[in-house]
């Protein structure tokens, strides 16, 4: 297999604008083999996503895998968010958890028996929140905020057939 630089990748496959932007971003050379590369390439055409973000993702994703083993990750009508292997969302976790009245080792066993999930798996998520409660709060707050809208739309739809 023949590794090609990103740098290469950049200048083969991007406007000139965002190969300077890239270099710009970059502070070291990566090689990436060529099968992995044409994969990579493959799935930019399918998707529609440009190649230098696809790759971004995927390190980005795989350095969290590596630190959070219990995680993955899924696409969705709200964008890509964490999961715990075969459990639910981790934001799903987390609002159960902020509604719950119990606190400590009782909320974390009490959410593994209400979510129908093990304990091990609560605290996956936990775990990820604790690195990542920007990103997770994020899907809460979208998740409230279309709860709202169907409410009112739900309320508008009554109102209408009385």
């Known amino acids: 297999m023949v590794d ?18 890239l270099h710009y971003m ?9 099968e992995t590369l044409n994969a990579l390439r493959e799935r ?8 230098v973000r696809l790759a971004q993702r995927y ?5 969290r895998l590596d630190r959070h ?15 715990v292997i ?5 934001w799903e976790v987390i609002a159960a958890a902020r509604s719950a009245p119990e606190r400590g080792e009782r909320l974390v066993r009490a959410l593994a028996e209400r979510v129908g999930t093990p304990v091990e798996k609560i605290r996956s998520a936990v775990r990820y929140y604790g690195e990542f409660p920007d990103e997770v ?16 739309a739900l309320e508008n739809e009554r109102r209408l057939l009385g």
Do not use: K
């Open 4 to 21: 090609q630089p990103l740098g290469m990748l950049v200048d083969d496959l991007l406007p000139a604008s965002a190969s300077s932007t």
């Open 26 to 34: 970059s502070s070291e050379a990566v090689r990436i083999e060529s």
């Open 44 to 51: 930019s055409a399918e998707s529609g996503e440009p190649i």
């Open 59 to 63: 390190i980005n994703e795989g350095m």
């Open 69 to 83: 083993p219990g995680i993955f990750f899924r696409d969705g009508r709200a964008g890509r968010r964490a999961v």
């Open 86 to 90: 075969g459990g639910p969302d981790v």
């Open 137 to 152: 709060d994020r899907f809460i707050s979208a998740n409230e905020q279309e709860a709202e809208r169907l409410a009112r």
